[in-house]
């Protein structure tokens, strides 16, 4: 494993982007065993897979990295939100404040509250 150790240092390695490449190739060579000719854009997402992971320039992949988080920060903070409400399911409810529409976690069980957003400071009576 030092070989290793040795060969990867100074290299990128992975990072949020490399594992959407991945985990896209995968899906997409799978999907290939039914439709042949997607096998040729596996390969091309294999080999820039691996070129990132390999690559010296931190400052390019880094970029690339930020790009793909700008892009992608609403669909992980939507599923950030659908994780917590399952998991906080038996104690919490989730409400959207009606003057700026942040979402606020409240208990459950507390009958008639009245709830100041934290945001926008507005007040609104909801039934927990």
């Known amino acids: 494993m030092k070989w290793l150790r ?3 240092y100074g290299r990128y390695g992975v990072d949020q982007f490399g594992n959407f490449l991945f985990v896209t190739y995968i ?3 799978i999907l290939s065993l039914f439709f042949p000719i997607l096998s040729f854009i596996c390969y091309a997402l294999i080999i820039y897979t691996l070129f990132r992971m390999l690559s010296k ?3 390019k992949r880094r970029a690339e990295n930020d790009w793909y988080l700008q892009k992608t920060e609403g669909i992980r ?3 950030k939100r659908q994780q917590n409400k399952w998991k906080y ?3 919490h409810k989730y409400l959207k404040c009606p003057h700026c529409h942040q979402y606020l976690r409240v208990p459950k069980g507390k009958g008639e509250i ?3 957003c934290p945001s ?3 007040q609104f009576d909801k039934t927990t």
């Open 6 to 8: 040795n060969f990867m």
């Open 114 to 116: 009245t709830i100041t």
């Open 57 to 59: 320039q931190y400052y």
């Open 120 to 122: 926008c400071h507005q």
């Open 77 to 79: 903070k939507f599923l």
């Open 89 to 91: 399911r038996k104690t």
């Open 27 to 29: 899906i997409m060579a």
